[in-house]
């Protein structure tokens, strides 16, 4: 995600933490949408998927247009928080036939107008009509067992389960006095490059254990 469209979704991020209970979800929906809008007034090229994770009064926010990807490990064990907006899910296809675009099948992807492989993103005016920025968001409580979270772009997950994903970052950061996330975000990103993903590999790791017991 470049830097200004950065910017604008801190911005809008920073009213949904004001709002509490059902109005989160549609403050997510109008921080992205603003973004969008920002966005396609800058008339640039192209587009970006982004995932965002809120934590608020012990509850873990997470919301996505697009690809980018929001993994938690419980007790070790791998758990999807985002569902990824490719043109091959069922209910995105639907929706975009719907609006009179088609899906093919293109080099071994489903596309859309046989471009894009993403249904939904930030920009990429061509295809606004068919490409929305309206994310999907998930709200869980953080519990015991909760103990981290990673956060990463489409170029990660090409290459590597969630579960290598959890399996690789949990000796760095579960169970020991110093953690390393850091150099956990590093071993994963090392893997997908090792593997062939050769561009941007965005990787975040954020850590629950210590929320659990305190408010947040």
Partial sequence: MGMGVLRQLKVAMAEVSKRCGDAIEEA???????TDMDFLKEDVGGGTCCVAAMIHKGDLVVSNPGDCRAV???NGVAEDLT?????????ERARIEALGGYVDFCHGVWRIQG???VSRA??????????????????LKIQPECEFFILASDRLWNKVTNQEAVDLVRPFCVDIDKPEPFS???KVAELSSWRGSFDDISVMIIQLERLVSRPV
């Fill in 28 to 34: 997510i929906k109008e921080a992205y949408l603003t």
């Fill in 72 to 74: 938690l490990s419980r």
């Fill in 83 to 91: 569902s990824d907006h490719h043109v091959s899910r069922q209910d």
């Fill in 115 to 117: 471009s894009l492989a």
């Fill in 122 to 139: 930030i920009g990429n005016k061509h295809l606004k009509q068919w490409v929305i920025a309206e994310p999907e968001t998930k709200s």
């Fill in 184 to 186: 956990a975000c590093k």
